[in-house]
């Protein structure tokens, strides 16, 4: 959660985060399926209960000032003010869609979600019951066999045949020719994982709809600087 109002203090406009299911299916905001990385604890999110994910350091591990920091809870995040949700669904299931969808009705910020993750069935079952949802589709980086055209080609042709709104793209490898035919497909172009300023400037001049960084600071100041 510090690191969400961090980002939010910063400018941030949005916020990214990982939903799992522990092993009384409640919903958890953590990025790995196990939980010895980022916490003192060990073992698979599901296979441990709430109450027990809850009591764990996931703080500690990056910096001492962060020690004591909580895993958060899915409903803790929702309830975070003047911010968009970006939402990567990344466990499986019936019951993982069916309690996000609930924790987002309840929390009254559908409008709010967008939608992710590499589970496309869960994706298409999403986009058929609510045809509301915004829904964004990933794409993997550039492979070193693909030319720009078959790259191009790949992430156009996935665009096109998904449900999403809108396609995320490695900033890396994003272009102005991709971003043109996102457009034509009617989605949004996201350029996600900016490495650097390099890399943010490089999107928002192929005309990037949004981005995504790890470097807040330095996203919310390239914004910026394009806004004047």
Excluded: C
């Excluded at 994706?123 to 492979?143: C, D, K, N, V, Y």
């Excluded at 102005?176 to 949004?188: A, D, F, S, T």
Aim: charged share 25%; glycine share 8%.
């Amino acid at each position: 959660m510090a690191s969400f109002r961090a980002a939010i203090e910063l400018g941030a406009d949005g916020i990214e985060f990982d939903v799992q299911q522990t092993a009384d299916g409640r919903l958890v905001v953590i990025h790995d399926a196990m939980l010895d990385r980022t916490t003192n604890g060990t073992g698979h999110v599901f296979e441990t209960s709430a109450a027990a994910v809850g009591a764990l350091d996931a703080g500690g591990w990056f910096s001492e000032a962060f020690a004591d920091e909580r895993v958060p809870r899915l409903d803790d995040v929702l309830a975070l003010r003047d911010v968009d949700f970006e939402l990567e669904f990344k466990d499986y299931g019936r019951a993982l869609l069916d309690s996000v969808l609930d924790a987002v009705d309840r929390a009254d910020v559908f409008s709010r979600v967008k939608f992710t993750g590499w589970n496309f069935p869960l994706l298409g079952i999403l986009r058929s019951e609510r045809p509301e949802a915004r829904i964004g589709l990933f794409s993997t980086p550039r492979q070193p066999w693909m030319t720009a055209s078959a790259y191009e080609r790949y992430v156009l042709g996935m665009a096109e045949t998904s449900p999403a709104d809108v396609a995320h793209v490695y900033a890396g490898g994003i272009t102005q020719r991709i971003v043109e035919g996102m457009h034509g497909l009617g989605l949004e172009a996201h350029a996600n994982d900016a490495a650097d300023s390099d890399e943010m400037k490089r999107a928002i001049d192929a005309g990037v709809d949004s981005l995504s960084a790890n470097d807040v600071r330095a996203a919310v100041m390239m914004r910026d600087s394009y806004k004047d």
